[in-house]
Nanobody
Framework: EVQLVESGGGSVQAGGSLRLSCAVS????????LGWFRQAPGKEREGVAA????????VYAGSVKGRFTISRDNAKNTLYLQMNSLKPEDTAMYYC??????????????????WGQGTQVTVSS
């Protein structure tokens, strides 16, 4: 089993930046692709970005492309999401997740088997 714990959420003004972290532990012998998802109240969970096990391939939702950067440090077993130029519509609970599946790039919740508890991001205007 793999465990994931997010951190780094908080409240910022529009245009500000935050860096989210996700510590991965447990079964790290196998390769996992990792993703970031978010869910606002009353809305479905949506994919934000994902990265393959090597860290060489990434995908982004169109709404965050150019503003967010996903990365991973495999030596530290940590996933990151650098969020710049934040907008009020970015307000949501952010979750990191892991998958061994081949469709990680679709960044769909049903493709990811392991989830963190979430960290809240609030962007005010």
């Amino acid at each position: 089993e793999v465990q994931l714990v997010e951190s780094g959420g908080g409240s910022v003004q529009a245009g500000g930046s935050l860096r989210l972290s996700c510590a991965v532990s447990g079964d790290t012998y196998s390769s996992y692709s990792l993703g970031w998802f978010r869910q606002a109240p009353g809305k479905e969970r949506e994919g934000v970005a994902a990265i393959d096990s090597s860290g060489r391939s990434t995908v982004y939702a169109g709404s965050v492309k150019g503003r967010f950067t996903i990365s991973r440090d495999n030596a530290k077993n940590t996933l990151y999401l650098q969020m710049n130029s934040l907008k009020p519509e970015d307000t949501a609970m952010y979750y990191c997740a892991a998958t061994r599946g081949g469709s990680w790039f679709r960044v769909r919740p049903d493709e990811y088997a392991y989830w963190g508890q979430g960290t809240q991001v609030t962007v005010s205007s």
